[in-house]
Structures are given as C-alpha cells and as structure tokens.
C-alpha cells in the first residue's frame, strides 16, 4: 500500500481532483464524507454534536462556527477523533495491498499531517478564483467563504508543505493534464516495505 495525502483550501478543487486520481485506480479515504457519516444517527459523533450545537445541520454548525473559534475548537474535540478512527480503519482495510491509497483531507495541513505519507499533494488556486467559484457555484456569500478560509491553513502554509502541487486555476483540460503528471509522480513514489 502506498499512501499519499490529498489536500486544499475550500473551493480549490480538491473533490475533483480525487475523483480523478479515483478515476486512475486510486483508493479515495474522504474525510469530509467520513465527517458526515459519523454524525449520522448511530455514529459516533452524533450524541456529542446535538448535545453542544442542537443539530447536525451542516449549513448551521458552519454558521456558527466559523465565527467563533470556541465552537471551531468544540466542534473539531467532537468530530476529528471519530473521522481519525474511520481513517485509520479503512487504512488496516488496505494494508497489505498494492493500491494507492490517497487521504482526501481538507485540514491535512492544519492537522499537522498524522498519517505516515509517502507524499503530500496540494491543490492549489488563487484565492480570488476560489472565492469566485464559491460564490457563483456553490451560491456562497462571500463573507461566509472568506471566514471559511480563515479557518484554514494560509495558501502559503499548504504550499510549504506540498510535496506536489496540482495547478487548478485553469481550465478543465488544463486541470485533467495537472492530475496526469501528478498520477505519475505517485506512481514513481517508492512503496514502503
């Protein structure tokens, strides 16, 4: 098994990105789904969420949260350690094999990067384009994106510790040729013992 690490910032094209690496025959551990499976009825997170927030209503924890960094700090003590024991046992999942397997993690960065990774792969965007594509994409206010991306690692920060980076500020063609290369650089990456 050979595992690389997948991230960046909100509205860089991240998903995209790893449902094309998916495409080519990479496993895709998604944390973000991983994230709204455990807070389902049943999951682990679920009792906690509702206890501090009264929902699990995405759209308002995030309106919450990214305006207080208290809620940001409870909200993550609730969810991370439940997405971490997913991740880690989908990862037992496929030890052993020959696959790679990509960690699709938004806050990799932020998370100081907890997972033995061959490599880091960050897509990357000028902010003014994600914010752009948020807004009239995902009809985001714009205030709520850049409040989001406060929250998250600097550009820079991410870029720092990129070991590949995906150029996403082009078009499609250009985005498809960007995971092409990146796909052969995984596949030149040694696989560990």
Known sequence: MLVVGLTGGIGSGKS???ALLAERGAVVVDADAIARQVVQPGGPAHDALVERFGTTDRPTIASIVFNDPAALADLNAIVHPAVGAEIARRLQDEAG???VVVLDIPLLVESKNPYAVAGVIVVDV????AVSRLVEQRGMAEADVRARMAAQAAREERLAKADFVIDNAGTREHLAAEVERCWAWVRSLPTPP
């Open 16 to 18: 995209t990105v790893s």
């Open 126 to 129: 000028p902010v003014d384009v």
């Open 97 to 99: 094999t020959d696959h």
